[in-house]
């Protein structure tokens, strides 16, 4: 039963003004008005289910809006297909099966209603004759949708709230095209925004979405949206996600605070930028997916990532523009990635990146024009073979390094600026190819351009000024470089006269002008110039290397490590049989000359090591023998790439000698989250198989720390042949050192010392600190000090006042 009555004016001149009056329920009050008339509600719960099906006011009291309540048990509480007007009513739907408010036809204008329910929709508007206006609406239905626009209707929602709903906010779907005005959506178990379906559009100006436990916008299956002066934020799941062929325009829009990506697009869909903002994004900000999938940005801006992704990313043949845009404090910036994937980049800005600005893989390709790139680790990578485009016209400025190429990759890098790049400007390495024409490298801390292994890189009328360790490097190509490898350099220039080095294995002279008229990089093999060569410096004169039977006796005239030299020992024999076998026409062990030194510090690894490669180098297994000595601080960079670049680096210096790691434990530290050690690590095994027979590898550290890292790097371990353990000196090994150290400056030690010495070495801690040799060494260092503070008050000493040391020139134990 009604509670309460309802009032019919009719405000017309015909003869039926019978119709004014009162009726006990709605539904008689719709039966008896006409087209024009207004029906007033009295406050009170209805439990009926209307159909308005003329263009008649149905409205609650004046001044208490809500009061009248519109409650069936279940059906649809109200069905408008009239241009009626409905003003002030509370609706409230319990049938999980039908909407709230359905309307299915004419241009009704539905004001100030509010619907609570717990249906399929709260409104829904269905068919291409149902054109409603709706405002000042709130939709709370947290078991179905919010607003749903079906079957090619349309209308216009003005200030409408979506204060709750179970799925989508606001649905769309089978050619239906809404325009939403400064609505808010929010707290939605679904999509905020949906629009699906091939002649579905949806289109949106000034609304907000947030608190949706899905992605804030959805276009998928051939429909479109146009969204303008919109916000997108605090979603469970991407800002804007678009498939399938689906078009989206955004305008003037901010999409931040966005866990997943802040728009996500593949399948063929197409997305438009313009004077839009994203920030605040924990995967990607702009992600692209798919052949035929396109963005294009125009004036974005798109910065402040949460999260270690790139802030934007395409991939899988998309292709993405971006124009006037400015990507800022992001892990990356940009990556690219996979053949038919591109990217053209025009006056933008890349800046405050903490890894790498540009990226592009595997087979793609990007096009930078007129962009700046300011503040980046790496400005841009090209990474891997069929990887190219070109960069034109672009400044990098502030980066660790400007420009990488490696693995095959071939840019064309033209016009461009790398200003003060804390390590290299360009850097190619690893069959990086790539053309540099007019580029600058200026204030470098490392190289202007830097080329390694050989490769074909072509250089032409570029300059270099002010970089640290020289304007041009090119590190030996290596011997089984073919005649044509080699960079090709022409009409290249430097301030620095000796900024430009020519690979080691090519024969011909540099010509180098003075750093007031710019150094001229004369003909190379490989180099077409026309500039006369001065004749080549006289070389110095080598010192002629020693037998391996000579250092070996060097070897064994080291104190103590007996188990260390019987395994150097075997180890030499090993590969000097092999070679007389080899010689013999025989069969040869293969022997990996790799290997692991354990043991606490100063018992002596580092003069091994270097014994080791004199011995290797003359038995003509390696081609120097030299020690190059490095640790984790000289390998590990502070951001993706540079490490390996560190790395490459060191191992071209110990190219035909030794490269000795010491602590090698610390590029596998326990907490190595995203510590960068691992890329020194992958980077190293790599060349050890690449590069076998040019550089041997010794690692060094405590025993048990060593174990540790051999074990959960088990790449690293299958390349070493063999531990050497170094244990601690005895204290009578102890003294050995020290009386050698005292011979070898002059000293003797007095009667009674060498007890006392005993004694003392035996009585010094042992602990992590306790340095071996060092320690014996530093005892000697203390002894002396002491002696000189002694033998200083003496008038007129003796010979023996100035050699002796005596027990009282003992330290104290620390």
């Known amino acids: 039963m009604a509670q309460g009555t309802v009032q019919v004016t009719h405000t017309g001149t015909s003869r039926w003004r019978r119709r004014t009056g009162e009726y006990a329920s709605l539904a008689a009050a719709l039966e008896a008005a006409a087209e024009g008339d207004v029906l007033t509600v009295a406050p009170g719960t209805y439990r009926e289910n209307l159909v308005i099906q003329r263009a008649v006011t149905l409205r609650g009291p004046e001044g208490s809006s809500g009061s009248v309540r519109i409650a069936p048990s279940d059906g649809v509480p109200l069905t408008v297909r009239a241009s009626a007007v409905v003003q002030g009513l509370h609706l409230e739907g319990q049938d999980s099966a039908s909407p709230a408010l359905l309307v299915e036809d004419g241009t009704p204008e539905l004001t100030d209603v509010r619907i609570v329910a717990r249906s399929a929709a709260g409104i829904e508007v269905r068919g291409a004759a149902a054109r409603p206006t709706v405002r000042r609406c709130t939709v709370d239905n947290p078991a179905g949708i919010g607003i749903a626009v079906l079957d090619g209707g349309s209308g216009v929602f003005e200030e409408c709230e979506i204060v709750a709903a179970g799925q989508a906010g606001v649905a769309v779907r089978g050619g239906g095209h809404p325009r939403l005005e400064r609505c808010r959506v929010h707290h939605a178990s679904g999509t905020g925004l949906s629009a699906t379906g091939e002649n579905s559009a949806l289109e949106a100006i000034g609304c907000e979405v947030y608190e949706v436990r899905g992605s804030g916008v959805q276009v998928t299956q051939r429909a479109s949206a146009h969204l303008t002066d919109c916000d997108v934020h605090r979603t469970s799941a991407d800002g804007v996600t678009l498939d399938t062929d689906a078009v989206l325009t955004l305008a003037d829009c901010r999409i931040h605070d966005i866990p997943e990506n802040a728009i996500d697009l593949r399948s063929r869909s197409v997305l438009t930028l313009t004077r839009t903002t994203v920030r605040q994004f924990g995967r990607n900000g702009l992600s692209v997916w798919d052949p035929g999938t396109r963005v294009d940005a125009n004036q974005c801006e798109i910065f402040d990532s949460t999260g270690d992704y790139p802030a934007v990313w395409v991939s899988d043949g998309a292709t993405a523009v971006l124009d006037s845009c400015r990507v800022h404090d992001v892990p990356d910036a940009l990556f690219v990635l996979d053949r038919g994937s591109r990217v053209d980049v025009v006056d933008s800005d890349l800046s405050q990146v903490r890894n790498t600005a540009v990226s592009v893989s595997d087979g793609a390709t990007a096009q930078l024009d007129d962009c700046r790139i300011r503040e980046a680790a790496t400005g841009a990578w090209f990474r891997d073979h069929g990887s190219g485009g070109t960069l034109s016209n672009c400044t990098l400025d502030g980066t660790q390094t400007g420009v990488i190429v490696t693995k095959g990759a071939d840019p064309t890098i033209e016009r461009c600026t790398v200003g003060s790049p804390a390590e290299a400007g360009f850097y190619v390495s690893a069959g990086g190819r790539g053309s540099f024409l007019n580029c600058r490298v200026g204030g470098s801390g490392g190289y202007g351009f830097h080329v390694l292994d050989g490769c074909r890189t072509t250089l032409r009328k570029c300059r270099t000024e002010r970089c640290a360790r020289g304007g041009f490097e090119f590190a030996d190509a290596g011997p089984d470089a073919g005649s044509g490898s080699g960079p090709v350099v022409e009409d290249c220039t430097s301030d620095e006269s000796g900024g430009l080095r020519p690979p080691a294995s090519h024969e011909t002279a540099v010509q180098t002008a003075s750093p007031s008229s710019g150094g001229l990089l004369g003909a190379i093999p490989g ?50 049989v092999g070679r007389r076998r080899q010689r013999a026409g025989l069969k040869a062990a293969s022997v990996k000359r790799h290997l692991v030194f354990t043991g606490s510090p100063g018992t002596g690894k580092t003069t091994v090591a270097r014994l080791y490669g004199e011995i290797l180098a003359s038995l003509g297994v390696l081609e120097k023998g030299h020690l190059v000595e490095v640790s984790r601080v000289d390998l590990v960079g502070e951001h993706i790439g540079s490490t390996a670049i560190r ?12 490269l000795f790691i010491d602590e090698a434990y610390a590029l596998s530290p326990e907490d190595a989250g995203r510590d960068f050690g691992k890329e020194a690590i992958d980077t190293l095994v790599k060349l050890m198989e690449d590069q076998r027979d040019a550089v041997v590898v010794i690692v060094a550290g405590y025993t048990a720390e060593m174990e540790r890292f051999l074990t959960v790097n088990p790449g690293v371990a299958s390349r070493f042949s063999r531990t050497i353990t170094f244990g601690d000196y005895s204290p009578q090994e102890l003294l050995r050192i020290v009386e050698q150290q005292a011979d070898e400056h002059e000293y003797r030690l007095a009667p009674g010392a060498s007890e006392a010495l005993v004694k003392y070495l035996t009585a010094i801690p042992k602990g992590p600190a306790f340095g071996n040799g060092r320690t014996a060494r530093q005892t000697f260092e203390a002894m002396v000090e002491r002696h000189a503070s002694r033998v200083a008050q003496l008038d007129d000493p003796s010979t023996d006042d100035l050699t002796l040391l005596f027990d009282e020139d003992l330290p104290d134990l620390p």
């Open 527 to 576: 180099q077409r110039g026309t500039e006369p060569e001065p004749p080549a410096a006289q070389a110095e004169p080598e010192q002629p290397a020693r037998t391996s039977k000579a250092v070996l006796g060097e070897l064994d005239a080291l104190v103590g490590l007996e188990s260390v030299k019987r395994e150097v020992r075997a180890l030499t024999d090993m590969i000097e």
């Open 647 to 658: 790395t490459q680096e060191a191992f071209q210096r110990a190219r035909g000698g030794v």
